[in-house]
């Protein structure tokens, strides 16, 4: 998808004289030609976890040290992920859902920060680049959560289709936007609860196959990963459609509402 933002980038020194640009979050100019949408100075404050699960990528600090593994399946998992069973093999997250990193996820869900969503995917697309655990050549294409058709046509606009443009230019894949899909309309997701979530989206996505799906992997990209159950649902579509694995790729790992809900989900 070519964005606006991308065909005038080449005129952006001329712009900037006449429409200077501002930070998306915080609202001072920005002068630096290396950022777009977001300054230095508050992106800054959305920091990687230096302690984080290599299962669900949850951050992990002093009070949340649990890690386990499975004897059989050797899986690693943490307090947040280790009842979990997921379709996914695990999840990149680039920071915590909290604070600035909130704050910049709210907005990149509207269509007016959509430069703010390409400059996060490209930050996202280097940062993978120097993880030890990840390796774009094992991965056939990208993959963004779609939206319903009927919310496509009323909002024109996915943010995570937004950032999987842009992460997937940063690390040489292509991307696919017609193999998944949604099946029926969900509301939105971030006032329920774990398990009004898990009920609401079970199989709310199919996948048609392909040759790009059938034997390969997958790389899913969305916005924010709370409980899981969007990326698993869309994940079990994938591997149903013959993807031999998936891992998902976000923003932002949010775990406030899963742990206040924990009790309740088995």
Not at 203 to 222: R, T, W, Y
Not at 241 to 263: L, Q, T, Y
Request: glycine share 6%.
């Amino acid at each position: 998808m070519s964005t606006l933002n991308e065909k005038l980038r080449c005129y952006r020194p001329l712009m900037d004289l006449f429409f200077p640009r501002a930070c998306s979050l915080c609202g001072i100019p920005i002068i630096d030609p290396n950022c777009e949408a977001i300054c230095k100075a508050c992106f800054s404050k959305i920091t990687t976890p230096e302690q984080r699960c290599v299962r669900c990528s949850a951050p992990l600090g002093p009070g949340i040290r649990e890690i386990t593994r499975d004897a059989t399946s050797n899986k690693t998992s943490c307090y947040y992920c280790k009842r979990r069973k997921w379709s996914f093999r695990r999840a990149h997250c680039y920071t915590a859902y909290h604070g600035t990193a909130a704050l910049a996820t709210k907005k990149i869900k509207q269509s007016s920060h959509e430069p703010l969503g390409i400059e996060i995917g490209k930050r996202i697309g280097e940062w993978l680049k120097q993880l030890d655990a990840f390796d774009s050549k094992g991965f056939a294409c990208v993959i963004p959560v779609p939206q319903h058709w009927m919310r496509r046509i009323m909002v024109r606009y996915n943010q995570a289709d937004i950032l999987a443009e842009s992460i997937a230019l940063e690390i040489g894949l292509p991307v696919n936007r017609h193999s998944l899909y949604r099946t029926r309309w969900t509301e939105k997701q971030g006032t329920k609860s774990i398990a009004d979530r898990l009920k609401d989206v079970r199989d709310s996505f199919a996948c048609k196959p392909s040759k790009s799906i059938v034997g390969s992997c997958i790389l899913l990209v969305d916005d924010v990963v709370t409980s899981g159950a969007t990326a698993n649902d869309a994940a079990r579509a994938l591997r149903l459609a013959g993807a031999v694995r998936v891992e998902v790729v976000a923003f932002a790992r949010g775990v406030g509402a899963f742990e206040k809900s924990r009790s309740t989900v088995r």
